[in-house]
């Protein structure tokens, strides 16, 4: 009895592994790869580990099969498992390592293109997590994107990004830094066309779906331009990290050792500019966006945040030229027009202060009238442009209840009518 025994336990350790004698290199993997046709995957496993021990005999085609039947094999199983995916994305790699070194092709095509789709489907995932705020996974996934074939850094970029979407300003200063160390600007062709009904310009994947777009009659005025540079941003978002870190002094070097590089890129000074006005300097703020603006006259919107530095240094008489030029630029603009009817109308604390300060005299009567008039032309004054910003934004709550205490006062039946729209804005009855 005992030696029928050890027979069958031979006999089941022959069945369900490899022993010494059979284990070489060249056996195993002709059995992984049988498996792995047959999607017996555990089989494969076994098979791929018997193979393990000896590979460092094993020749170089070899190896980079073992690699590929492992990659294989680890994706199957991975799931949502990153590290199983950078186990089987690893191994894809070191096919296609090795084969480049031995001057071999065999696995190549195919670990590429199976390396290609697991970094796909990171991607996918990445995006799902996004949209689920789930900034965290994103950015994990979005890195091991770019681990995995670093010629892609704009994964490093997108994992920076949704690191501070998750607030984990650590991860996104070192994934920053390494994207500072790499010269990452982000910069590339866009194939972009306009929408004939919209008006839109659309950014397309490709040369080839936005030629198509344009042939189905959809768009029209096809057109390839270059993105904007992402480094101003990226000095930009490392020196807010700082300060939101309370290095001020590292914030500030981190703009001027970009600067050294693109002396007049004006992303950077944009960046340098937000910097100074977060820390509290809004002369220095508005000091470098009149240089940016000197060197860009026609943009409404860097006049418009002139404006803006202009008023929180109390020169309100400034901040309406800015405001009023941007206008000119751009007369739709709405936050400029908003703010020009703010200005206009701030000037009326002064004028009810002084009448709520005057006795009951005939001079004072006829200072009250004065005063009167003054505040009903104030108000008239302001009324244009909050008529021209609800031109453009119709549903400006602030600005048709404005509008409506204005003509109240000025006795304007128009105030009923921006009483209704507030209602109806507000669900009043």
Do not use: C, W
């Not at 789709?117 to 994107?145: C, F, H, M, P, T």
């Not at 006259?297 to 009023?324: M, T």
């Amino acid at each position: 009895m005992k030696t029928k025994f050890i027979v069958v336990l031979f006999l089941a350790v022959s069945a369900f592994g490899f022993s010494q004698k059979e284990s070489t290199p060249k056996q195993a993997l002709k059995a992984a790869n049988k498996a792995l046709k047959s999607g017996n995957m555990d089989v494969a496993s076994e098979a791929l580990k018997a193979a393990e021990g000896q590979l460092n005999a094993a020749d170089e085609k070899m190896k980079a099969q073992y690699y590929f039947f492992k990659g294989q094999v680890v994706a199957a199983s991975a799931g949502e498992s990153l590290e199983k995916i950078e186990s089987a994305a690893n191994a894809y790699n070191k096919t296609i390592e090795i084969e480049k070194a031995a001057g071999g092709s065999k696995y190549t095509a195919d670990a590429s293109q199976k390396l290609q789709l697991l970094r796909q489907s990171l991607v996918e995932n990445a995006i799902k997590d996004q949209n689920a705020k789930n900034y965290k996974g994103a950015s994990e996934k979005l890195y091991l994107g770019y681990t995995t074939n670093k010629a892609d850094t704009t994964y490093l970029y997108y994992a920076a990004s949704n690191a501070v979407n998750d607030k984990d300003y650590d991860t996104a200063l070192k994934y920053y830094k390494e994207l500072k160390s790499l010269g990452f600007s982000g910069v590339k062709k866009e194939f972009v066309a306009t929408h004939k009904e919209t008006g839109k310009v659309d950014v397309f994947e490709s040369k080839q779906i936005r030629d198509l777009s344009v042939k189905t009659g959809d768009y029209i005025k096809p057109e390839t331009k270059t993105s904007e540079s992402r480094k101003g941003e990226i000095a930009k978002n490392i020196a807010l990290i700082y300060m939101s870190q309370g290095k001020d002094e590292e914030a500030i070097a981190a703009i001027e050792d970009a600067k050294k590089e693109n002396p007049e890129d004006s992303a950077l000074k944009q960046a340098e500019a937000d910097v100074y006005y977060k820390l509290g300097n809004i002369a220095k703020y508005k000091e470098i966006m009149e240089q940016i603006v000197a060197n860009d006259p026609e943009n409404p919107d860097l006049l418009y945040n002139l404006g803006v530095s202009a008023s929180r240094l109390g020169d309100n008489d400034q901040a309406l030229g800015y405001y009023k030029k941007a206008l000119e630029l751009k007369p739709d603009y709405t936050a400029a027009q908003i703010n020009i009817a703010s200005i206009i109308l701030s000037g009326e604390t002064k004028i009810v202060d002084e009448m709520n300060g005057l006795g009951t005299s005939s001079s004072d009567n006829r200072r009250y009238d004065e005063l009167t008039k003054k505040r009903s032309e104030l108000y008239k004054t302001a009324v244009p442009y909050l008529e021209g910003a609800l031109k453009s934004s119709p549903d400006n709550v602030e600005a048709i209840r404005t509008l409506m205490n204005i003509f109240y006062q000025l006795d304007d039946p128009k105030a009923g009518e921006m009483k209704d729209r507030l209602k109806a804005l507000e669900g009043g009855n």
